[in-house]
């Protein structure tokens, strides 16, 4: 073998090394891109269990379109969803949002053992009544792993490093803002709207429970019944 033939078999090889760790990186990274989505990364996992529909993983954008296809086989008794969603993508968080205010579902997160960050408290907003069990008082800016848990803040795009930011300045202002508007308090929708743009960096604001229930973001501190 010649020495310009190992090169190029070594060059092969490292490609395919790369090309085997992209969609983890992706999602790390980059959120949950519809590309990534495409492969079986991220997506919402649905289920039932007695009084809860629970959801949990990550929003992918068109994960409306599946949690209504559910929807249909749910007992119209179930009326609490129980949150447990690291984030995902905005736009598929609003439609599923959308989704649970229709149905008039309740949202509840146990900040004792889940987190619902990022996108996700897009769709604690969407409730009806929302509870928001076990967290503590006070506002802590912690990355995931670090402490965190419960409802988790940022600015949409804060963790990608290629983020256009008047695009995403857009984006908020234009869809986001009015979407909380819709979905919360007056009070509720500008706290959210402030958790979010105050923090434009790679970690996650994680809401108080006095701040979440004194502003309406919360409309009850107990477990739902």
């Known amino acids: 073998m010649t020495p310009s033939s190992m090169i190029h078999g070594l060059v092969l090889v490292l490609l395919s090394i790369a090309a085997l760790c992209m969609p983890r990186?992706?999602?790390?990274?980059?959120?949950?891109?519809?590309?990534?989505?495409?492969?079986?990364?991220?997506?919402?996992?649905?289920?039932?269990?007695?009084?809860?529909?629970?959801?949990?993983?990550?929003?992918?954008p068109y994960d409306g379109r599946k949690f209504k296809a559910f929807l249909s086989t749910v007992d119209p008794a179930v009326r609490v969803i129980k949150l447990k969603v690291d984030g995902g993508n905005g736009p598929g968080a609003m439609a599923v949002g959308k989704l649970i205010r229709e149905g008039g579902f309740d949202t509840f997160v146990d900040a004792r053992t889940d987190v619902c960050a990022s996108a996700c408290t897009h769709l604690?907003?969407?409730g009806n009544k929302r509870f928001y069990v076990g967290?503590?008082?006070?506002?802590?800016?912690?990355?995931?792993?670090?402490?965190g848990s419960g409802l988790g803040y940022h600015y949409p795009n804060a963790s990608h490093t290629n983020a256009d930011t008047a695009e995403t300045d857009r984006y908020f202002e234009s869809k986001i803002v009015p979407y909380l508007q819709n979905m919360l308090p007056a009070e509720a929708a500008q706290t959210v709207a402030n958790l979010m743009s105050g923090n434009?960096?790679?970690?996650?604001?994680w809401l108080g429970a006095k701040q979440a229930h004194a502003s309406g973001i919360a409309t009850s501190l107990d477990l739902p019944e």
Do not use: P, Q, W
Request: hydrophobic residues 40%; glycine residues 18%; positive net charge.
């Open 124 to 126: 604690f907003a969407a």
């Open 135 to 147: 967290a503590r008082d006070g506002l802590f800016h912690v990355s995931y792993g670090k402490g």
């Open 200 to 205: 434009r960096t790679t970690k996650m604001t």
């Open 25 to 60: 990186l992706v999602v790390a990274s980059e959120g949950y891109t519809v590309e990534v989505c495409n492969v079986g990364k991220g997506g919402l996992s649905f289920s039932v269990d007695g009084k809860f529909l629970h959801m949990s993983g990550g929003i992918c």
